[in-house]
């Protein structure tokens, strides 16, 4: 098993493909398995980088809070520890975040960014609506309850409609080997709640990229036209989508990227 020790904690990673590297930095709640599709059509063309979070999957840590701020730092230092100083890098959701504070606070590290169905400042009803979610856990609600909540604010309503695409996705939501504890949603959550990274958008100089999902209800477009206006050098692209993108249209997010990237 591949693993790797930085700051304090051993990361679970795995490596893709040859060229230029790629760092994929994952979302809330979701380890490295979640890029399944997508970085088996990037690895044709990328040296691509996925690992697991602290809190998530196999990596293992000190168990103490997280931040922004020690995430984005991981990134950077996993890394350069495998021989990548630089690189692109795209990050979904909480991986949003994360990569916001990398381009800001290690801009000589990315080449071009890409930021998916992610936030400068999570909202008040997406933080309500995830802490909810926590207590459904919690509480040992059915989890194919837990799961049809999760589905309705993850997916759009193409992906929603369709039985096998459902199936399958709950199939592989509960049969992971290393499911994630109550304890780590809620570190992982803390980064999503004192997150806000508004101000520093402009000082961001690495081109680009912002997938938006017409349809996400996490993270709403306005989000997305925010940074847009604000990263001086960026671009916007509306998928017609969920927050999910990467699973809903894994081949039209890396034809993106293949294009963006090149």
Known sequence: MPEMKVNDATF????????????????????????????????????????????????????????????????????????????H???????????????????????????SASSPKWRKAMLFGLKTSLVMVENNINIDDILNSRASWSFGESFLQDPEKMATWKKNATSNPYPQSVENQKRQFRVLETFDGRKKLSSIKAETLIFAGREDIITL??????????????ELQILETGHALNVELPEVVANSML???K
């Open 12 to 87: 679970y990673y795995e490596i893709h493909g040859e060229g230029f590297p790629l760092v994929l930095v994952c979302g809330f709640t979701r380890d490295s398995s979640s890029w399944c599709s997508l970085k088996d059509l990037l690895s044709k063309h990328f040296k691509v980088l996925i690992f697991d979070n602290r809190g998530v999957g196999r990596t293992v840590d000190s168990a103490d809070k997280l931040s922004v701020e020690l995430m984005a730092k991981d990134t950077v230092d996993l890394a350069k520890a495998l021989g990548m100083d630089k690189f």
């Open 89 to 115: 890098v795209l990050g979904h959701s909480m991986g949003g975040t994360i990569v916001q504070e990398i381009a800001t606070s290690y801009p000589d590290s990315i080449e071009k960014l890409v930021i």
């Open 221 to 234: 477009l306005f989000e997305s036209e925010f940074m847009l206006e604000n990263i001086p050098n960026a």
């Open 259 to 261: 294009e963006f990237l």
